[in-house]
């Protein structure tokens, strides 16, 4: 399998001779496993066909900011949310110049505007272009803001200079972009992820639940296991694989979950409750399908064990997290339950926002601990699971040295 299975990689070409190489890139970052979406610049379209990179990457080519067709389909924002990483290559000084002002007035340079995660450019021009003074701002600028640098190489060019402006080879543009992946921060470290809704039997054919998805526990747990994390997942009932090198536990009900969590906690050094546990389960689940009669029902409930509370307040307590699912006055509310239940750290959303949350493929979270406060604007799932991971494990390596 190759290290960019299961990532989005948004290739950006701009106007440069290079372009013609950008479809050998597609080829190099599928080779790896990569899922790519092209957006071309009006400028690349002079240098190669859209029907090119179109039939390379096996998905349209985005080119209009304004295109309602586009827009209905996949949006520009959509499409940012989308990307794990965007690579743009080539990278021209003008494309630069642009991504360095902060325009957005076509779709390449408004897509890395929205976009969170990590940035990687593959310059391409005449060597005096590059060493332009302008160019060197333009890129310390855009280095300053987080943008990763491949290349360029030096070499003869297609304007007949010979210096530093060369685009560098596809093969190792693809390979630079998946080392943005390779991480090792939680090698040896091991964590346990509780995800997913839990049900609570009222007879035989009945339940009681919720409409977790379990998504954002499994994008913890693919996540962590990237990360180098000997992970653990134990999930009520969803319809999700299992990420690879992830070990899972599969529970039914809130008091199955508590004690599958409990047994993991001795060798757990990070435990994440992701589940949506029911609180309350009915008080005998009956034996026999219950028959309709009356007009009204009465369920007797009691309550289910708190497991991320059982699990912080354990003589061998893991470094604990929980979330909070608010609908308002989120940062308050969560910061309760992270002192009521002891935890190290709390991810609050707010669920009463239909664009995250419950059931979405999206969400936007803030984290909060006794010190720390930290925003995480709305991602897909997948994205935001890898920017939790990296603050979880920074925040519970500060705590173990
Ligand atoms: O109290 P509340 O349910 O809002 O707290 C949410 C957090 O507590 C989540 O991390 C959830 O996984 C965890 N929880 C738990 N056991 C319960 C209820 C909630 O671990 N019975």
Same mark, same amino acid.
């Given at each position: 399998? /190759? &290290?960019?299975?299961?990532?989005?990689?948004?290739?950006?070409?701009?106007? /440069?001779?290079?372009?013609?190489?950008?479809?050998?890139?597609?080829?190099?970052?599928?080779?790896?496993?990569?899922?790519?979406?092209?957006?071309?610049?009006?400028?690349?379209?002079?240098?190669?066909?859209?029907?090119?990179?179109?039939?390379?990457?096996?998905?349209?080519?985005?080119?209009?900011? @304004?295109?309602?067709?586009? !827009?209905?389909?996949?949006?520009?924002? !959509?499409?940012?949310?989308?990307?794990?990483?965007?690579?743009?290559?080539?990278?021209?000084?003008?494309?630069?110049?642009?991504?360095?002002?902060?325009?957005?007035?076509?779709?390449?340079?408004?897509?890395?505007?929205?976009?969170?995660?990590?940035?990687?450019?593959?310059?391409?021009?005449?060597? %005096?272009?590059?060493?332009?003074?302008?160019?060197?701002?333009? @890129?310390?600028?855009?280095? !300053?803001?987080?943008?990763?640098?491949?290349?360029?190489?030096?070499?003869?060019?297609?304007?007949?200079?010979?210096? $530093?402006?060369?685009?560098?080879? $596809?093969?190792?543009?693809? &390979?630079?972009?998946?080392?943005?992946?390779?991480? *090792?921060?939680?090698?040896?470290?091991?964590?346990?992820?509780?995800?997913?809704?839990?049900?609570?039997?009222?007879?035989?054919?009945?339940?009681?639940?919720?409409?977790?998805?379990?998504?954002?526990?499994?994008?913890?747990?693919?996540?962590?296991?990237?990360?180098?994390?000997?992970?653990?997942?134990?999930? /009520?009932?969803?319809?999700? *694989?299992?990420?690879?090198?992830?070990?899972?536990?599969?529970?039914?009900?809130?008091?199955?979950?508590?004690?599958?969590?409990?047994?993991?906690?001795?060798?757990?050094?990070?435990?994440?409750?992701?589940? %949506?546990? %029911?609180?309350?389960?009915?008080?005998?689940?009956?034996?026999?399908?219950?028959?309709?009669?009356?007009?009204?029902?009465?369920?007797?409930?009691?309550?289910?064990?708190?497991?991320?509370?059982?699990?912080?307040?354990?003589?061998?307590?893991?470094?604990?997290?929980?979330?909070?699912?608010?609908?308002?006055?989120?940062?308050?509310?969560?910061?309760?339950?992270? !002192?009521?239940?002891?935890?190290?750290?709390?991810?609050?959303?707010?669920?009463?926002?239909?664009?995250?949350?419950?059931?979405?493929?999206?969400?936007?979270?803030?984290?909060?601990?006794?010190?720390?406060?930290?925003?995480?604007?709305?991602?897909?799932? &997948?994205? @935001?699971?890898?920017?939790?991971?990296?603050?979880?494990?920074?925040?519970? @390596?500060?705590?173990?040295?």
């Amino acid at each position: 399998m /190759g &290290q960019l299975f299961n990532r989005n990689v948004l290739l950006g070409i701009s106007g /440069g001779i290079a372009a013609y190489k950008s479809a050998q890139l597609v080829r190099d970052l599928q080779e790896l496993g990569a899922t790519v979406r092209v957006i071309m610049t009006a400028g690349a379209t002079e240098f190669i066909t859209p029907l090119t990179l179109q039939a390379l990457s096996g998905n349209p080519v985005h080119q209009h900011l @304004l295109d309602a067709e586009a !827009e209905a389909g996949m949006g520009h924002i !959509e499409l940012a949310r989308w990307a794990d990483v965007i690579l743009i290559a080539p990278a021209t000084a003008n494309c630069m110049a642009r991504l360095a002002s902060g325009a957005a007035d076509d779709l390449l340079t408004t897509v890395c505007l929205a976009n969170t995660g990590p940035k990687l450019l593959a310059p391409a021009m005449n060597q %005096a272009m590059w060493r332009d003074p302008a160019t060197t701002a333009n @890129l310390n600028l855009l280095q !300053e803001r987080g943008f990763q640098l491949v290349g360029p190489a030096e070499g003869t060019q297609a304007c007949g200079d010979v210096g $530093p402006g060369r685009m560098e080879e $596809p093969a190792a543009i693809a &390979q630079r972009t998946s080392a943005l992946f390779d991480s *090792d921060v939680l090698d040896g470290i091991s964590i346990v992820i509780t995800a997913g809704p839990t049900r609570e039997a009222i007879d035989p054919v009945r339940y009681i639940s919720n409409h977790s998805s379990g998504k954002m526990g499994f994008a913890l747990a693919r996540a962590a296991a990237d990360a180098g994390a000997r992970t653990t997942l134990i999930s /009520g009932p969803v319809n999700l *694989d299992t990420p690879d090198h992830v070990q899972r536990t599969d529970v039914v009900t809130a008091q199955q979950m508590h004690d599958a969590s409990l047994a993991a906690v001795a060798d757990c050094d990070i435990f994440i409750a992701c589940a %949506a546990v %029911a609180d309350y389960r009915p008080a005998e689940a009956l034996g026999q399908k219950l028959k309709k009669s009356a007009d009204t029902l009465q369920l007797e409930m009691v309550r289910n064990p708190d497991i991320v509370s059982a699990v912080a307040n354990h003589p061998e307590r893991p470094f604990t997290v929980g979330f909070a699912a608010e609908t308002q006055d989120v940062a308050a509310y969560a910061q309760g339950k992270l !002192e009521a239940k002891k935890l190290d750290l709390i991810i609050a959303n707010d669920v009463s926002d239909t664009a995250a949350g419950f059931n979405s493929e999206n969400n936007a979270v803030v984290v909060i601990g006794t010190d720390y406060y930290q925003e995480l604007g709305l991602a897909s799932k &997948q994205q @935001l699971g890898r920017q939790l991971v990296a603050l979880i494990a920074e925040q519970y @390596l500060a705590t173990v040295v």
